[in-house]
Each structure stands twice: as structure tokens, then as C-alpha cells.
């Protein structure tokens, strides 16, 4: 198995781009999640989805855009980036009933908005 | 919102010293999971606590539900170089439907001297 997969692993954005960060995993977990990391506020819930058609918001979901289409896809959209969205993203998901606080990370985006 | 507080916020130790860590909420919390972040990677799940007053070890690793189910622990013994890293403790959100939505602790820092 390859866990949960990030792409890309680094990126760099001008102010009002646009793109698309990818999720995969392969573990057949229903739950799936958003997150980002900034320097001393720990990881930070954006989107959420508890199955395939199935998204929420989470703490901070505003210039964010979720689907989910598939089990094991979950895609995070910035519709229009700002430079405080630089930032590190992460991607988790989990079992939806069996044990769904232990969720499995991806390795992460690091993404700059300038 | 819902918060947890970390303490310390970084510790310098030497290798083969003990390490303490805590957690603290203003809420009730029915699991605590302590995560460990190595520089560049995803959290891993160390640690998942079910029950107020559970002590559980993962080799080198003990972790504590404080009775009061405000609080947990985290202590290493005989720390090694390969601990570095950050620490973070989380918590489900609170509300009956929120299923894997985690809230995190603003994370410990870790640096071993060998």
C-alpha cells in the first residue's frame, strides 16, 4: 500500500492563480481531511468528507474548495490565492467508524504564494 | 473554539534523558492521540487514548488520560537522537456527528544533543 499520496510536493504561486493540490490514498478509508500547518498554531482543519459525495467545512475553510468524487480521491482547490495561504497542507484520512480519530498523514504540500 | 494547549513549547535535552509533555483543554475530551511530526514528513500516530485514567506504551513512549479528561501526558525515557521532532497532541471536535474532526495542540518541539 502506498498510504496517502501528495501532489505536488512544492509549490509556488503569484497572488490570484489558481490550482489544485491532490490526495490519493488506497487504504479504502471513508473519511478524508484537509489540514494546514503554520509556524506555532499546529495543524488546522480547512475540509473534511466522510465519503464519496459527502464534504464539510472545517476551522478555517474560506479560499478553499473541496470534491469528493471518488473513495479514494480529495482534491483541495484555491480558487484564487493569497499570500496568507502560504502555508504547509496536509492530507489525512481515516476509518469512519472503526477508530476514526487515527488518521494516516500524507507527506505534505509546501506551498509559497507570493 | 476549542483549544489545546501544549507545554513546553520546545525542550533541549540530552541523549539518554527522560522527556515530560502535557496537554491541556478547557473542554472534556473522550480520546486523546499524541502525534510526532519528523522534520519534513506527516504526523504519525504514536498514541491513542480511549479511557479517562488509560496509560498506554508504544516502546519508549508512555501516555496518560489525565482522570479529569482535561488533560494528557507524554513521557519518553532514554531519549535518542531519532526523537527529534514535533510532538502534537489532538482531539476529537466537539458535537455528536463530527466523526475523525481532530483539533491539535500547538505542538512540542524536540531537540536531542547527542
Known amino acids: 500500500n502506498a498510504g496517502v499520496t501528495q501532489t505536488p510536493k512544492f509549490q509556488v504561486l503569484k497572488t490570484g492563480q489558481s490550482m489544485t493540490l491532490q490526495c490519493a490514498q488506497d487504504?479504502?478509508?471513508?473519511?478524508m481531511s484537509w489540514y494546514r500547518q503554520d509556524p506555532g498554531m499546529g495543524l488546522r482543519l480547512i475540509h473534511y468528507?466522510?465519503?464519496?459525495?459527502?464534504?464539510d467545512q472545517g476551522e478555517v475553510p474560506n479560499g478553499y474548495n473541496v470534491s469528493r468524487s471518488t473513495t479514494e480521491d480529495f482534491p483541495l482547490r484555491l480558487l484564487s490565492a493569497a499570500p496568507s495561504q502560504t502555508s504547509v497542507y496536509f492530507c489525512?484520512?481515516?476509518?469512519?467508524?472503526?477508530?476514526?480519530?487515527?488518521?494516516?498523514f500524507g507527506p505534505g504540500t509546501r506551498l509559497t504564494v507570493t | 473554539g476549542q483549544q489545546l494547549n501544549q507545554s513546553p513549547q520546545s525542550m533541549f535535552i540530552q541523549e539518554g534523558e527522560d522527556v515530560s509533555m502535557n496537554c491541556t483543554s478547557s473542554?472534556?475530551?473522550?480520546?486523546w492521540l499524541w502525534y510526532k511530526q519528523d522534520p519534513g514528513e506527516g504526523p504519525v500516530l504514536l498514541i491513542a487514548?480511549?479511557?479517562?485514567?488509560e496509560l498506554t506504551s508504544n516502546g519508549r513512549l508512555t501516555a496518560q488520560f489525565g482522570i479529569t479528561r482535561k488533560d494528557s501526558f507524554l513521557n519518553i525515557s532514554a531519549s535518542i537522537p531519532s526523537d527529534v521532532g514535533i510532538y502534537f497532541c489532538?482531539?476529537?471536535?466537539?458535537?455528536?456527528?463530527?466523526?475523525?474532526?481532530?483539533?491539535f495542540g500547538q505542538g512540542t518541539i524536540l531537540t536531542v544533543h547527542p
Open positions: 487514548l480511549y479511557k479517562a485514567g
Open positions: 468528507s466522510v465519503g464519496a459525495g459527502i464534504t
Open positions: 473542554s472534556i475530551f473522550n480520546t
Open positions: 487504504m479504502n478509508h471513508e473519511y
Open positions: 489525512a484520512s481515516s476509518y469512519r467508524t472503526a477508530k476514526p480519530y487515527e488518521q494516516y
Open positions: 489532538a482531539g476529537p471536535f466537539a458535537g455528536g456527528t463530527s466523526y475523525g474532526k481532530l483539533t
